[in-house]
């Protein structure tokens, strides 16, 4: 058998028949910490917002094909990313307490 680091090579029980298969190596994902912030704005009709970070930086999200929805003063989480030359939070989710229930700084306001 031939083995090198990218392909393993194997005979058949056919004298003339040779099997290749390739090496694939596991790639470990980056895992990047979330970042937290507070729903300043946010439109419903063309999922739109506005998330306000613990910096106090003001950063837009856009939600597409995602049936989540958001209110204002909401407590979420989010990475960013440069995109279309600003930037803009992606994988924005609710931040869930005890209950399971979104957690809000409204403070009993509805």
Same mark, same amino acid.
């Not at 300043?40 to 929805?69: C, H, M, P, W």
């Given at each position: ?12 029980? #056919?004298?003339?028949?040779? #099997?290749?298969?390739?090496v694939y @190596? ?5 895992? #990047? ?5 507070? $729903? ?21 999200? #856009? ?11 909401? $407590? ?12 803009r939070a ?18 009993? $306001? @509805?």
């Open positions: 058998m031939f083995s090198n680091k990218y392909l393993n090579l194997k005979l058949s029980p #056919y004298k003339y028949v040779l #099997y290749i298969a390739p @190596k596991t790639v470990q994902p980056k895992i #990047y910490s979330m970042r937290t912030g507070i $729903v300043i704005a946010y439109n419903s009709k063309v999922k739109i917002g506005i998330i306000k970070d613990s910096n106090g930086q003001k950063i837009r999200f #856009y939600l597409e094909g995602v049936a989540i929805t958001f209110r204002r003063f909401d $407590v979420v989480q989010f990475n960013i990313s440069f995109i279309a030359g600003s930037l992606i994988d924005v989710i609710h931040v869930l307490d005890r209950n399971g229930k979104p957690v809000t700084m409204t403070a009993g $306001v @509805k």
